[in-house]
């Protein structure tokens, strides 16, 4: 049925990123929206202050996170299950301020 609104089964994938500047975490689909459910983030390398962008343009940012600290943002809101949604082609992407080890993980999946 063309015009419905579908989304896809949510998956879970490692962050692993290590370069100051922006890291492309989810590639964008022209036809889609990037739904985010979920972010955990921990800052083994050092020192970081983290910005999630929405291809050029940010979305959440100054996240200053210590040495071994960790971030998580989920949404608990039961009328609206994402965090946040990412626009047909443009990527997720995470800008680090420090070229540092950030791992972590992240819950997404893509709807029209």
């Known amino acids: 049925m063309q015009g419905v609104d579908s989304t896809?089964?949510?998956?879970?994938?490692?962050?692993?990123i290590s370069t100051a500047g922006d890291n492309v975490i989810v590639p964008g689909d022209v036809s889609q929206y990037i739904y985010v459910r979920q972010i955990l983030l921990t800052t083994p390398g050092g020192a970081q202050t983290i910005e999630f962008k929405e291809g050029p343009s940010t979305v959440l940012s100054n996240f200053e996170l210590n040495a071994n600290d960790g971030l998580v943002?989920?949404?608990t809101s039961f009328d609206y299950p994402f965090l946040f949604d990412v626009k047909p082609g443009q990527d997720l992407i995470i800008n680090l301020s420090a070229g540092t080890s950030v791992l972590g993980h992240i819950v997404y999946g893509f709807r029209k």
């Open 8 to 16: 896809t089964r949510p998956v879970m994938a490692p962050i692993s």
């Open 73 to 75: 943002l989920e949404n």
